[in-house]
């Protein structure tokens, strides 16, 4: 049978106090982290005047507050169909078939109007994030293409510049 000295049982107790420690730390940081979610919408303002938010949960607030919601991984897909869609209206040239586009929840639905003077597009997007359903008249067949022209490629601007 073996004696240790008080010492030794001091700095077992020492190091055991250690293991302690850091192992609650460890678990601290862990059940921390397990709570806090990448944020999964952008909400983007449909009148310019709010930048972009982001939040896990769509509500119909934000629908009241004209509040455009996206999944945030698909914004570089919703720029490029927005790009699109404004270099048809800027090319002046007659509209070919309208394309119609998804992505994650948010669908955009195109159509020509024909008109006297010319043919125009009208575009409607619709969102349906978290059974809210919002939609947005993107293009409108009552204004002219340069103006829709004009909205959109201020749009464009605005989620650009408010991106995170």
Not at 71 to 88: D, S, V
């Amino acid at each position: 049978m073996q004696i240790y000295s008080s010492q030794f049982f001091l700095s077992n107790k020492q190091f055991l106090m250690k293991i302690f420690m850091k192992f609650f730390l460890l678990l601290f940081i862990l059940f921390g982290s397990v709570n806090l979610k990448a944020q999964k919408y952008a909400l983007l303002d449909k009148h310019f005047a709010q930048p972009i938010t982001y939040t896990n949960a769509i509500t119909t607030e934000d629908k009241l507050n004209g509040l455009f919601p996206l999944e945030k991984k698909i914004l570089p897909q919703f720029i490029n169909a927005l790009e699109e869609i404004e270099n048809k209206l800027s090319s002046k040239l007659p509209f070919s078939e309208i394309k119609q586009y998804e992505f994650g929840c948010t669908k955009f639905a195109g159509i020509t109007v024909s008109l006297a003077s010319e043919i125009r597009m009208d575009y409607v997007l619709t969102s349906s994030c978290d059974n809210v359903i919002i939609t947005m008249h993107l293009c409108d067949a009552k204004n002219s293409n340069e103006s829709n022209d004009f909205f959109i490629k201020t749009w464009i601007r605005y989620i650009k510049e408010h991106l995170k």
